[in-house]
């Protein structure tokens, strides 16, 4: 069973940075594409970025373009999620995901396993 575990939220101020890891206990060559979601209360849960296998453009949702950046670490079974110039609407519960697959996806329904999430709350 493949399980994922997210780290590195925390409680930031407007324009700071902060990077999420997600730590996925079987990186396998078959589960090579990762994705973030982002939720809100009250509001669904929503496509932030995702990554594949090499020779696969990352994708990212229009509103992080330009300052998320997703990352992997092989050797460490890690992925990254780099946030950068953090605005407050970027206050949420992060979720790293990842599917059985080697193509980025940007849809919910498309991801086999999930974190738990880790908060991130962006003050001004």
């Known amino acids: 069973q493949v399980q994922l575990v997210e780290s590195g939220g925390g409680l930031v101020q407007a324009g700071d940075s902060l990077r999420l890891s997600c730590a996925i206990s079987?990186?396998?060559?078959?589960?090579?594409?990762t994705g973030w979601f982002r939720q809100v209360p009250g509001k669904d849960r929503e496509f932030v970025g995702a990554?594949?296998?090499?020779?696969?453009?990352?994708l990212y949702a229009d509103s992080v373009k330009g300052r998320f950046t997703i990352s992997r670490d092989s050797a460490k079974n890690t992925v990254y999620l780099q946030m950068n110039s953090l605005k407050i609407q970027d206050t949420a519960t992060y979720y790293c995901?990842?599917?059985?697959?080697?193509?980025?996806?940007?849809?919910?329904?498309?991801?086999?396993?999930w974190g738990q999430g880790t908060q991130v709350i962006v003050s001004s």
């Open positions: 995901a990842a599917r059985d697959g080697v193509a980025p996806a940007s849809r919910i329904y498309e991801y086999d396993y």
């Open positions: 079987d990186l396998t060559s078959e589960i090579y594409a």
């Open positions: 990554t594949g296998r090499p020779g696969f453009a990352t």
